[in-house]
């Protein structure tokens, strides 16, 4: 008896550490899948809140671009209402970027062209004389309420900024630099324009130190085969590193889109300058298209077409 008894005693024990072995395998697999779960919801939890922060940050930027949209609507009627005249000669170089950047702001303006004759240069001198052609003595002047204002660049960046066209921060140094270096390329061609080293005094109205016929020659040579084509490379090189998409920002338009289009036009028309040849561009196949593109822009085809004609006519 004692030995049945010590035998169901063994079983009982058996059974119950098998029992208490499984009930420690269910726990630990309960342990398992309740830190599973606490795992899951934190992975959860954090694609909610990355999602979150997505939509904020969607929702501020389109706040944000609505903001602009509303602040160069203000800014554009603004300069509509303060009589902005624009004054320079009748072909495009320095004055047709501003011109195109109040076209494609929809600012109105009076479009004074001074024909590039002797006699329209004779214009701009006597106006110098008496004092009535802005504080530089030179075209192009931009009058805003009856005050004139000069230099170029300063105009082309003042339309810019306020029809949205000139931006901040980073994206404006990227727009500088590609001004600063269209505007090294058309002090270079001065020579050839001038047919002198130097150009008009603004004395005798008259360009300085003539260049001979030979020194012409040579400066055109180099022009065309060295200074030109080398400077665009560095132009070609900005667009080719620039964001997706068709400008030099990208998607978003800019005062140097204008100006690099003005310039690579003059250029390949053969007006960028008496001796210079559209062969310095042949490096630069993204500026040609890039022209190209703005050119088919519908504000700027209309307003090419209708000067196109006046001039005809």
């Known amino acids: 008896m004692a030995g049945s008894g010590s035998g169901v005693m063994a079983t009982a024990l058996s059974i119950t550490g098998t029992v208490l072995g499984i009930a420690m395998q269910m726990a630990a697999l309960g342990s398992q899948i309740f830190f599973a779960m606490v795992n899951m919801a934190g992975i959860a939890f954090s694609g909610i809140k990355l999602w979150i922060k997505m939509q904020l940050a969607a929702l501020a930027a389109a706040m944000g671009l609505v903001r602009r949209v509303r602040t160069r609507s203000r800014r554009r009627h603004r300069l509509s209402d303060l009589g902005i005249k624009l004054t320079y000669f009748d072909f495009k170089s320095r004055g047709e970027p501003i011109r195109l950047a109040l076209l494609l702001g929809k600012v109105e303006f009076e479009d004074e062209r001074i024909p590039g004759t002797p006699e329209g240069y004779s214009e701009v001198r006597r106006r110098r004389?008496?004092?009535?052609?802005?504080?530089?003595?030179?075209?192009p002047v931009l009058e805003v309420k009856g005050v004139q204002y000069s230099q170029s660049q300063a105009i082309l960046r003042f339309v810019g900024r306020e029809v949205g066209l000139y931006p901040e921060g980073m994206d404006q140094l990227v727009v500088d630099q590609v001004e600063e270096t269209l505007d090294e390329i058309r002090d270079l061609t001065l020579?050839?324009?001038?047919?002198?080293?130097l150009?008009?005094?603004r004395n005798t109205g008259e360009p300085g130190v003539p260049l001979s016929e030979q020194q012409?020659?040579?400066v055109s040579s180099a022009l065309n085969t060295d200074y030109l084509p080398s400077k665009f490379r560095i132009v070609e090189g900005l667009l080719a590193g620039s964001p997706p998409g068709p400008w030099f920002l990208g998607e978003r338009l800019s005062i140097c889109d204008i100006s690099s289009y003005v310039l690579v036009e003059e250029i390949e028309t053969e007006s960028g300058g008496p001796g210079i040849s559209p062969s310095v561009l042949d490096d630069c196949p993204l500026l040609r298209a890039h022209a190209e593109r703005f050119a088919s822009l519908p504000e700027v085809a209309a307003h090419n077409a209708k000067h196109a004609m006046q001039q005809a006519s």
């Open 129 to 139: 004389e008496a004092r009535c052609i802005g504080p530089g003595g030179q075209v």
């Open 191 to 197: 020579p050839a324009w001038y047919g002198a080293a």
């Open 199 to 201: 150009p008009r005094s």
């Open 216 to 218: 012409r020659a040579e």
